[in-house]
C-alpha cells in the first residue's frame, strides 16, 4: 500500500507569508496527487487537481508542483481565509485506491 | 447543482454493523463514469477513504477494510448504501458520502457528513 506523508503537521504563519507544504509518497505515483483545503466545520474543498492545476474558483496565490514521489502546496501570500487544514491525497486507477495524508494545520502566528 | 446527505444511526455498539445511506441529486449513476463513495474523519482529523461504487456497478473498497464492507447503490432512489460490520470503538468518525469527479482521482463534491459514535 502507498503511504502518504506530510510537513510540517502544523505550521504557524503571518498574513502575507509564503508558505509551502510538501507531501511525499511512499512509492512513484507519477502526477497522480490532489490538494485539499478544510475549514473547521466545513467539508474538504479541492484545490489542485493532478499535482498543478488549479480547480476553478480557486484564488491563483495556491500551486502545486511536484511529480513521482515528492510534491507541494504553495500560498504565495496567505490570506486571512487560508488558515485552514490542508491534506494531499494520491490516487492509483489500477484498481482504483484513494489514500489520503495526515494533514497540515496553518495556524495563526 | 449535486447534492449527498448522509442518514444513519448516530451510535451504534461494539460487533454490530453499520448501515449508512447517501441521498444524492443533481446527477445520476447511470451515467458513465459516475462514482459515488464513503469517506470518513477521525476526531484525530484524519481522512480516509473507505468504499467506491461505479455507474457500472463496479465497486471497489480500501484494502485494510475490504472484508467488512459493502457498498450498493439504488439508482431509482438516487442512494447509495454503505454496511461496516463488527464496529469497533476505532469506527467512529464523521462518516461523508462523496462524488468522485468523472474521468479524474478526486473527491468534487461531499456531504456535510454524520458523526457515528461506536460505544456500548
Known amino acids: 500500500d502507498i503511504q502518504m506523508t506530510q510537513s510540517p503537521s502544523y505550521l504557524s504563519a503571518s498574513v502575507g507569508d509564503r508558505v509551502i507544504i510538501t507531501c511525499q509518497a511512499s512509492?512513484?505515483?507519477?502526477?497522480?496527487l490532489n490538494w485539499y483545503q478544510q475549514k473547521p466545520g466545513k467539508t474538504p474543498k479541492i484545490l489542485i487537481y493532478?499535482?498543478?492545476y488549479l480547480e476553478p474558483g480557486v484564488p491563483s496565490r495556491f500551486s502545486g508542483s511536484g511529480s513521482g514521489t515528492d510534491f507541494t502546496l504553495t500560498i504565495s501570500s496567505l490570506q486571512p481565509e487560508d488558515f485552514a487544514t490542508y491534506y494531499c491525497?494520491?490516487?492509483?486507477?489500477?484498481?482504483?485506491?484513494?489514500?489520503f495524508g495526515p494533514g497540515t494545520k496553518v495556524d495563526m502566528k | 447543482q449535486i447534492t449527498l446527505k448522509e442518514s444513519g444511526p448516530t451510535l451504534v455498539k461494539p460487533t454490530e454493523t453499520l448501515t449508512l445511506t447517501c441521498s444524492f441529486s443533481?446527477?445520476?449513476?447511470?451515467?458513465?463514469?459516475?462514482?459515488v463513495g464513503w469517506v470518513r474523519q477521525t476526531p484525530g482529523m484524519a481522512l480516509e477513504w473507505l468504499a467506491l461504487?461505479?455507474?457500472?456497478?463496479?465497486?471497489r473498497y480500501s484494502p485494510s477494510l475490504k472484508s467488512r464492507l459493502a457498498i450498493t447503490k439504488d439508482i431509482p432512489r438516487s442512494q447509495v448504501v454503505l454496511r461496516m460490520t463488527n464496529m469497533d470503538p476505532v469506527d467512529t468518525a464523521t462518516y461523508f458520502c462523496?462524488?468522485?469527479?468523472?474521468?479524474?482521482?478526486?473527491?468534487?463534491?461531499w456531504g456535510r457528513g454524520t458523526l457515528v459514535t461506536v460505544s456500548s
Open positions: 443533481g446527477f445520476s449513476l447511470r451515467d458513465s463514469g459516475v462514482a
Open positions: 462523496v462524488h468522485r469527479r468523472p474521468l479524474y482521482g478526486l473527491f468534487s463534491h
Open positions: 512509492q512513484d505515483i507519477g502526477n497522480f
Open positions: 461504487v461505479y455507474w457500472s456497478d463496479d465497486k
Open positions: 491525497q494520491q490516487y492509483d486507477n489500477l484498481p482504483p485506491i484513494f489514500t
Open positions: 493532478d499535482a498543478a
